[in-house]
T-cell receptor, first 117, second 116 residues
Framework: GAVVSQHPSWVICKSGTSVKIECRSL??????MFWYRQFPKQSLMLMAT?????????EQGVEKDKFLINHASLTLSTLTVTSAHPEDSSFYIC?????????????FGPGTRLLVL | AQKITQTQPGMFVQEKEAVTLDCTYD???????LFWYKQPSSGEMIFLIY??????QNATEGRYSLNFQKARKSANLVISASQLGDSAMYFC?????????????FGPGTRLSVLP
């Protein structure tokens, strides 16, 4: 199946620093990628939809100036958590949409665990 | 209002038996898609199966089948011949297409435990 990678898989950083997470679709081009966060024992919450060549669409309540998204190419989207604080500690997962005929799905990356001290 | 409801926080099934995980959804859109994902303890989300709102036949993928009942707005996942490796969280999700763009929402999940 399609493969989506995320880097890094684990990040521990000090409060106030910025963290960049990369999401790559390895064997297909993705015009649309999605960023989610997941707290322990909870479901995924969509943060934003990233479209190649245009600005990301953020969900209500997600600060666009804090979570910067760049979708510079058809295979790469990045999420930068600016001035991270302990409450930003979470599991961040990206996905890439792939359409084959009428079949569509989202393929997810392995996720990035962020711990802000 | 919750768009995706999964009423079973946890389920147990004996190995080799079939199990049904419930999912009901709420949408006023005519065009939408329904997905099931599996999330093992490693955290990775694994795509299992997809059903489009206009698909008349229930989707099947190996041991997974989706019992799609459009009038009742349900999209239950059936896993046949359960295996120990099926133990994981299972999420039902829906993609809506409307005038405002695309919306993708996940249900709260069901934790499936397969017993030997």
């Amino acid at each position: 199946g399609a493969v989506v990678s995320q880097h890094p898989s684990w990040v521990i950083c000090k409060s106030g620093t910025s963290v960049k997470i990369e999401c790559r679709s390895l064997d297909f081009q993705a015009t649309t990628m999605f960023w989610y966060r997941q707290f322990p024992k909870q479901s995924l919450m969509l943060m934003a939809t990233s479209n190649e060549g245009s600005k990301a669409t953020y969900e209500q309540g997600v600060e666009k100036d804090k979570f910067l998204i760049n979708h510079a190419s058809l295979t790469l989207s990045t999420l930068t958590v600016t001035s991270a604080h302990p409450e930003d500690s979470s599991f961040y997962i990206c996905s890439a949409r792939r359409d084959i005929g009428i079949q569509e799905t989202q393929y997810f990356g392995p996720g990035t665990r962020l711990l802000v001290l | 209002a919750q768009k995706i409801t999964q009423t079973q926080p946890g389920m147990f099934v004996q190995e080799k038996e079939a199990v049904t995980l419930d999912c009901t959804y709420d949408t006023s859109d005519q065009s939408y898609g329904l997905f099931w994902y599996k999330q093992p303890s490693s955290g990775e989300m694994i795509f299992l199966i997809y059903q489009g709102s206009y698909d008349e036949q229930n989707a099947t993928e190996g041991r997974y089948s989706l019992n799609f009942q459009k009038a009742r707005k349900s999209a239950n996942l059936v896993i046949s011949a359960s295996q120990l490796g099926d133990s994981a969280m299972y999420f039902c999700a829906m993609r809506e297409d409307n005038n405002y763009g695309q919306n993708f929402v996940f249900g709260p999940g069901t934790r499936l435990s397969v017993l030997p």
